[in-house]
């Protein structure tokens, strides 16, 4: 019965441990320059001719950087969990990348690494089936399905303005929540959504130019952020509709997303209580869609909540 020597085995298992790392760190560097590539080759398109030659969105260009890894661990007997830990490394080091050496933000970093590790590793399971050693007709179906859902995805890119609605019940009649309604002092309460702590501008402030339509106002927030709006209707004790007439520029929340406008609507109940009813319109730039507006959708959620909690306290604390 023949053993394998020990410095054979040692040398094959650092082969191992290099051809994996291998797979990591340029599975991670092909999926960063295919991304800078393809920016840079739409910030040089004409404005007209950027949505018709839209390329993939962010969550398949990290599918390529699975594809190189798995060609790197064609040869390796890797197991689910292998794919899974590998997966996982190549998605913190990707993002520690994007931190250090493109400056984004830490929310932005954490809406995008759910969705990148799922990609890296469909890339990577995906990968193993076109690599393996035997040939197999699989590949034959795989590679025009990818080419099919890449252009499919870009042609699928259609913005579409969204709103979110929430509602908060005020022991408080509209004649005493109107005001509150239309400016508020500084919300003193820390914020308690995870988010804000992390560093998303959380609402601190309303002011009011005016009681009338073309009114101006703003709502500010933290870390300096202030949106410019103005009033398009005012109805007093019903309902006050703003456009947003300036977009702020802060990276971390609103660099890929327009907002148009935002409404409270107040609905007496005829019992001393009044139904605050928010709402607010936007439109993302970023795809998949549907991806980036759960985060959309619950930030939103919260910045409606944080501001009519306080019109409720300041509301009900009224003589």
Same mark, same amino acid.
């Given at each position: ?138 590949? *034959?179906?795989?590679? =025009? #399905?990818?080419? @099919?859902?890449?252009?499919? +995805?870009?042609?699928? &890119? ?125 439109? *993302?730039?970023?795809? =998949? #869609?549907?991806? @980036?507006?759960?985060?959309? +959708?619950?930030?939103? &959620? ?18």
């Amino acid at each position: 019965m023949s053993r394998v020597p020990p410095v054979i085995g040692a040398v094959s298992r650092l082969r191992r441990f290099a051809w994996i790392w291998a797979g990591i760190l340029i599975g991670d560097l092909a999926t960063a320059g295919l991304f800078l590539a393809i920016q840079r080759w739409i910030e040089s398109l004409n404005e007209p001719m950027k949505p018709l030659l839209s390329v993939p969105n962010f969550l398949l260009v990290p599918a390529f950087g699975g594809l190189v890894a798995s060609w790197f661990w064609r040869k390796l007997k890797l197991n689910p969990l292998d794919y899974l830990l590998h997966s996982f490394s190549m998605t913190v080091i990707g993002i520690g990348g994007a931190a250090v050496f493109l400056g984004e933000g830490i929310v932005c970093l954490v809406i995008v690494t759910p969705g990148l590790y799922v990609i890296l590793l469909a890339g990577i399971l995906l990968g193993r089936l076109l690599f393996m050693p035997r040939d197999n007709g699989l590949r *034959l179906v795989m590679l =025009p #399905l990818l080419a @099919f859902v890449a252009h499919a +995805e870009a042609q699928l &890119r259609s913005d579409q303005q969204e709103a979110v609605t929430d509602e908060i019940l005020i022991h408080a009649s509209p004649a005493k929540v109107w005001p509150h309604v239309l400016a508020f002092p500084r919300i003193q309460e820390p914020p308690d959504y995870w988010i804000f702590r992390l560093g998303l501008p959380c609402p601190m402030e309303t002011t009011n130019g005016g009681n009338r339509v073309g009114a101006d106002r703003q709502c500010i927030f933290s870390d300096g952020v202030v949106i410019q709006e103005q009033i398009s209707e005012f109805i007093p004790q019903e309902r006050l509709t703003f456009e947003v007439s300036e977009q702020p520029t802060h990276p971390e929340s609103y660099g890929h997303v327009t907002l148009h406008r935002g409404q409270f609507d107040l609905r007496d109940n005829h019992d001393g209580t009044t139904t605050l009813i928010g709402t607010s319109w936007y439109t *993302l730039h970023v795809r =998949p #869609l549907w991806y @980036f507006n759960l985060w959309t +959708e619950d930030m939103t &959620r919260q910045v409606h909540l944080r501001v009519m909690r306080h019109i409720q306290r300041l509301a009900e604390s009224s003589p």
